[in-house]
Each structure stands twice: as structure tokens, then as C-alpha cells.
């Protein structure tokens, strides 16, 4: 058996790099709100900054504030994206109004920002405040132009599904008088799938594949009807609807109308909202619109037509809204850190930052010389110590060297010594092996030097 491998792409996956960066970047700007708040009040600004940061954990874990997932639940693939929801929305604006303010606090203890400054900016953020009412108002208009789509949408489909049930009793009529009406019993048959479809089918799809003209739905599934196609079609309908909802011509303009049954319907009024292709060169009068018929194709056809061409424009309205919206989205957020100027302007003048006297000043980036002397002294200090490490570590080993040299002289003496020993002793001991040769055989003494 073969394995086989599934791959696909994970959005919660590609997600956790993302979390994972803005997790870190979270813990190093609390060591930037920290100094904040010792701008503000030395060790009691601090340690309030600490409690007002431990605040929102306490209350999660304590099940006051709801829950917040690290990831979204559900991903919008393609498209232009969405906003979310308003947990997904409080923590970027709760994020920027932090850093705005953080930031700000910073500046205005290094820097002699006078009140004046503050006052100026209140003149700047009244407008953003006037363009951010504009935006609520634009929104309204946004979710207006959103129904109004939706609206079309309901009634391509209600018209369609209006004509579908009229295709489907003209074609159980055609079985028994189809020689008569061969090209309408044709376009029927071909008809209904389309119909079928247009019924059930989302109204973007209706925008970007629906027809364009009465020629496609008179057409079959390959190409579109001619006009002397349309023009037969449209004449044996009209010849079905006046057999089954006779129209008496009384002379003078006048007419009497077949009764309203279940078989002969007025044509609700929105399903004849665009008036009729001419036929035969000829306008098609527009009293059709209030005559009873049992197939309203002269109706309906042409105001699907007029909705694909009205839908397709409310889309378009719709897309550039989304976009906009989108671009809002990213106005909200360069306004919340704004608020975070305002509030830092605020915290400012309440301290009396511009009337503190020249060693109340700076206070952060006196307190980060310090910090810069203290970690260049343990700097210092640790090269130091390591200098001397290193130093007597050579000390050591160059001790230690000289006793493996001492000791290896003193090995190689005493190894050469004793082998000139054994050699010493194998000599002696070969002399003395001859002697008792030589005595036991009466031989003469070896020579001299033996």
C-alpha cells in the first residue's frame, strides 16, 4: 500500500509567528512604561504604573473582563478582509493609546514643552474629533448601500423563482402542443436550468456570470438567441397567454381583461420594472405590465436584466465602501494613539512638568546615566577581574608546564638508567652462564674484554 501526503495551509499556524513577535515587543514596551511612570512620580510612579499594567490580567483571571482569544476564531480568505469583533478591535486601540502616551511622557520630560504646546494640539485634536463624527455619519450611508444590494439581490432571486414556476407549467402545457410552439417549448427546456440557478445562486455570482441581455436568456446554454429567434419565442408566448387569458379588444382603446385566477396572475409590480425589448422593430405596448398572463416573460426577463446592471453597480458601491471602511480602520488606530497624546498632555500639565526647577528635570534620562555608570563600572570592573583570572591562569599553567618538563627529565633518567642496568645485568649474567660451561667442559678462560 502507498502512503499518501496531504498538504494545505494552516492560517492559525501562519498566525502564531505574528502573536509571537507582538508578545515580545509587548514586555520590552513595559520597561518603556515603566520610565513613564517614573517621569511622572519617581519610585510612586512606578510602582502606580505597575498595578495599573497588572490590572487587566487580575481582572481576566478573575473572570471579570471576557475572555480574549490569541487568534481569530474565523479567517476571511481572499477578498478585502473584515474588521472583526470589538475584543479584536479594544486591544490594538488599547496598545496605540499606551504607546501615544507613553511616548509622549518621555518627550515632554526630556524636552521643556510649555503649556502652550498642549493648548495647541487640544485646536488639532478638535478637528480629528469633527472627522471621526464624519466617519459615523459616512457608516450609515455604508450600511444603506449594503441593503440596498442585499434588497436586489432578494428580488433577482423572488423574480426568478416567480418565472421558474410559470417555465415549469408552460412546459407540462408544451407536451401536449409542442408542434405549435416548437422554438418557445425549445427555450423553456433550456430556460429552467438557468432560472434554477439564478434562484439559489449568492448575488455576487449573479454580478460577475448573470446575463447581460434578453438575447442570453432567450438563447440556449452555448450562445445567444438572434433577434428573429427572440422575436418567434416571444410570439407563440404571447399566442399561449392569449389562449389561456384572453384579451377582448372592445375597440376605442378599450379592452376587457381575462379575470385573475390561479393560471392568469398579475404581475407583482417589481417584477416589471424595465419595459420590454421591441419586437419585431415594434414597441411593445406598456398597458402588458397590467394584463393578467400565465407566462410573464415580457416582465420579467427585462427586469433581470435592469438587476444585473443595478446590482452590478450597488456591488461596486459596496466594495469600494468595504475598502474605505478598511481605511478607516487604520484612521481609528493612528487616533487612538493621538488620544494617547491628548491624555499625555493632560498628565503633563496636572504634574506641572513645565514649572518643575532644572534637577527635577530629565529625571529618565538621568536615571538611565546612572544606570549607563553603574553597568560601564560592573563593565569595567568584570574585564578587570577576568584580566586578572586570565593572568594568573597563565601563572598556573606555565607552573604546571615546568613540573611536566621537571618530571619527564627526571622519568627519562631514570629510564635510561635502568636499561644500561638490565644491560649491565645481561652481560654479567651471560659471563657467568659461559664460566660454568667452560668449567664443566675444561675449557680455557674466555679471552680478555669478554
Not at 402588458?288 to 415580457?298: R, W
Request: with cysteine; proline share 5%.
Amino acid at each position: 500500500m502507498g502512503a499518501a501526503a496531504v498538504s494545505g495551509w494552516d492560517p492559525g499556524a501562519s498566525v502564531r509567528g505574528i502573536l509571537g513577535l507582538l508578545c515580545e515587543a509587548c514586555l520590552l514596551f513595559v520597561l518603556f512604561v515603566m520610565l513613564a511612570g517614573y517621569a511622572i512620580g519617581r519610585t510612586r510612579g512606578v510602582l502606580v504604573t505597575a498595578v495599573v499594567l497588572l490590572l487587566p490580567g487580575v481582572a481576566g483571571v478573575a473572570g471579570i473582563f471576557p475572555r480574549l482569544a490569541p487568534a481569530p476564531e474565523a479567517f476571511a480568505i481572499g477578498g478585502i478582509g473584515v474588521t472583526g469583533d470589538i475584543g479584536g478591535m479594544l486591544s490594538p486601540v488599547a496598545l496605540l493609546v499606551a504607546v501615544g502616551w507613553t511616548v509622549t511622557v518621555l518627550i515632554a520630560d526630556g524636552l521643556p514643552i510649555r503649556n502652550k504646546v498642549w493648548e495647541a494640539f487640544d485646536l488639532f485634536w478638535l478637528v480629528l474629533a469633527l472627522v471621526a463624527a464624519v466617519f459615523f455619519i459616512a457608516d450609515s450611508q455604508m450600511s444603506q448601500h449594503d441593503a440596498n444590494f442585499r434588497e436586489t439581490g432578494n428580488d433577482v432571486q423572488r423574480a426568478s423563482g416567480y418565472l421558474l414556476k410559470q417555465v415549469e407549467a408552460y412546459i407540462s402545457w408544451c407536451r401536449q402542443n409542442a408542434p405549435d410552439h416548437a422554438a418557445s417549448c425549445s427555450w423553456a427546456s433550456h430556460v429552467h436550468p438557468k432560472l434554477l440557478h439564478i434562484e439559489f445562486e449568492y448575488p455576487i455570482l449573479f454580478v460577475q456570470g448573470g446575463p447581460d441581455s434578453s438575447a442570453a436568456l432567450y438563447g440556449d446554454q452555448s450562445r445567444a438567441a438572434t433577434p428573429a429567434e427572440m422575436d418567434q419565442i416571444r410570439r407563440e408566448i404571447a399566442a399561449y397567454n392569449q389562449r389561456l387569458c384572453p384579451v377582448e379588444d372592445l375597440g376605442h382603446g378599450f379592452a376587457r381583461l381575462s379575470a385573475a385566477s390561479p393560471q392568469c396572475e398579475d404581475t407583482p409590480a417589481q417584477f416589471c420594472s424595465a419595459f420590454p425589448d421591441a419586437l419585431a422593430g415594434q414597441k411593445v405596448p406598456e398597458a402588458l405590465i397590467f394584463t393578467p398572463v400565465a407566462l410573464a416573460s415580457e416582465c420579467v426577463i427585462p427586469s433581470l436584466i435592469r438587476f444585473r446592471k443595478l446590482a452590478t453597480r450597488q456591488a461596486a458601491q459596496v466594495e469600494h465602501d468595504q475598502r474605505n471602511r478598511n481605511y478607516r480602520w487604520m484612521y481609528f488606530l493612528v487616533f487612538s494613539m493621538l488620544l494617547g497624546v491628548k491624555l499625555a498632555g493632560a498628565t503633563a500639565k496636572l504634574f506641572s512638568f513645565d514649572a518643575r526647577s532644572g534637577s527635577e528635570t530629565r529625571r529618565v534620562l538621568r536615571l538611565l546615566c546612572r544606570g549607563a555608570g553603574l553597568l560601564h563600572r560592573a563593565v569595567c570592573r568584570g574585564a578587570a577581574a577576568l584580566g586578572e583570572f586570565g593572568r594568573a591562569a597563565t601563572r598556573l599553567t606555565r607552573r604546571v608546564l615546568r613540573l611536566l618538563c621537571r618530571g619527564a627529565g627526571l622519568l627519562h633518567r631514570v629510564v635510561c638508567r635502568g636499561v644500561a642496568a638490565l644491560g649491565e645485568f645481561g652481560r654479567a649474567a651471560a659471563r657467568l652462564a659461559w664460566w660454568r660451561a667452560a668449567v664443566s667442559e675444561q675449557q680455557k678462560p674466555p679471552p680478555e674484554g669478554w
